[in-house]
């Protein structure tokens, strides 16, 4: 490892395990209200897109963690909305949820491939699911 950064992105507040790395593509989970889960240009450390993570407004989006199952799916949850979603960066679509019933989620996680997916929080939880 070199002795220092290459580069820099400002913007992320990452909380957690909420920076993952795929390709040349960085996905990060911020613990902000809004515009939480961002795509960056690891080449040019700019900002590529803002993935929608549909949460209510009192509630807010606040991402602990994220994940690429895909090139085109992501996973991340937070304590916004106690929840880990599947989201499709191309379509903006959200394939799947899973609630950990008012508990933050801590720390998300997919298996080679994508399919199989681990979301884990606040008090115990720790759930497996499968993306369809």
Known sequence: MAREAR?????PHICGPGIDIRDNLVLSGS??????LQLWDLRT???VQD?????PVLQGEFLYAARFCTDNV???GGSGTCSARAI?????EVLGEVSLGGKAVQTVDAAPGGRV???AGVGGNLHIAELC
């Open 7 to 11: 580069s820099q992105m400002n913007g």
């Open 74 to 76: 992501v996973l991340a």
């Open 45 to 47: 450390s700019g900002l």
């Open 31 to 36: 613990w902000v209200a809004r515009n939480a």
């Open 88 to 92: 499709n960066i191309k379509t903006q």
């Open 117 to 119: 997916v681990a979301v």
């Open 51 to 55: 993935v929608a993570f549909p949460a």
